[in-house]
Nanobody
């Protein structure tokens, strides 16, 4: 099993910044990608940003240019720098770790961290 733990959420005013962090530990083998999702009540969980094992990144259109995903492969951690935050960014943010375990794709989720942006 891989343990995934997020941190860094909180309350911030519109236009402010927050930095989320996510650390994977335990049976970490060959991470393929580390990803950030977010979810609001009653809605589906949406992909916000992804970074692959070779450092390729991709962002949802709604956050492109404002959010930056980065990673420290040696520490199995990923960060999400969120700038110019808007009230519509309010959500629970989840970290997802996808790895290749001897040819089998495994996906692990963190417990989520709340981000609240006040107007």
């Amino acid at each position: 099993q891989v343990r995934v733990v997020e941190s860094g959420g909180g309350l911030v005013q519109s236009g402010g910044s927050l930095r989320l962090s996510c650390a994977a530990s335990g049976r970490v083998l060959n991470i393929v990608s580390m990803n950030w999702y977010r979810q609001t009540p009653g809605e589906q969980r949406d992909l916000v940003a992804t970074i692959t094992h070779i450092g390729s990144t991709k962002y949802a259109d709604s956050v492109a240019g404002r959010f930056t995903i980065s990673r420290d492969s040696a520490k199995n951690t990923v960060h999400l720098q969120m700038n110019s935050l808007r009230p519509e960014d309010t959500a629970v943010y989840y970290c997802q770790v996808a790895q290749n375990a001897y040819g089998i794709r495994e996906v692990y989720w963190g417990q989520g961290t709340q981000v609240t942006v006040s107007s």
